[in-house]
Every structure is written in structure tokens, then in C-alpha cells.
């Protein structure tokens, strides 16, 4: 995530990718390389032991895998990240940057996909 962020940054910055001359004469875009084992890097920013403990908190899940967890965890921030930058959208037309409930709840109402989060935040 911070590679792709520093990337989308730099791109940000120049105003539009960067092209380095391939080989065959062709211009490519180019693309940062995403650290796979890089010492001290999460894989996922929310805590895995308090995603399993939610998970457990289910009567109905008896076993959960660590691969599991890590799916569970990296599909909620995913989540949290599309509802924010769609929450962040309501704040701005507004004329705000401040992220406020109602820009949520603006949200929620507005992608049919959140449909199911209707009357949760009451």
C-alpha cells in the first residue's frame, strides 16, 4: 500500500505517468515495484488477532485459518477505504474536507452497493 501510494503521489506530482524508451524504441509506462518481503512490513494494517477474535465472536465459526483472517482483514480495508473516498466525495461537494457523518450516511444513500449498511449507523 505505501509503494502505491508514493507511486500515485509522484504520478500526482508530474501530472501524468512517466515514460522511459523501451527496448524496441516504444515508450512505456512505468511502474514502482511493490516490496514482497521487505523487513518490517505489514501486510495488512488492521491487527489480525483482533479480526480473529471477531471472527470467533461468531457462534456459528468454529475454525478459521490464518489465510482466512488476512483475507477477512484485507477485504474490510478495502471496504473502509471505498466508503471513505466515496464519503470523502460527499464532504466535497460541500466544499469541505472534513469528513462528517452525514457525508457517510450521503454516501450509503447514494451506491446501491452500500444499500445493505441502510439504518446501521442510526
Known sequence: MAASAASA?????????????????????????????????????????????????????????????????RAAELFVETIAKDAYCCAQQGKRKTLQRRDLDNAIEAVDEFAFLEGTLD
Open 9 to 73: 503521489a509522484a504520478a500526482a506530482g508530474s501530472g501524468a505517468p512517466r515514460e522511459e524508451e523501451a527496448p524496441g524504441g516504444e515508450a512505456a509506462a512505468t511502474q514502482a515495484p511493490v516490496p514482497t518481503s521487505a523487513p518490517g512490513a505489514r501486510l495488512s494494517r488492521l491487527p489480525l488477532a483482533r479480526v480473529k477474535a471477531l471472527v470467533k465472536a461468531d457462534p456459528d465459526v468454529t475454525l478459521a485459518g490464518q489465510e482466512a483472517i488476512f483475507i477477512l482483514a
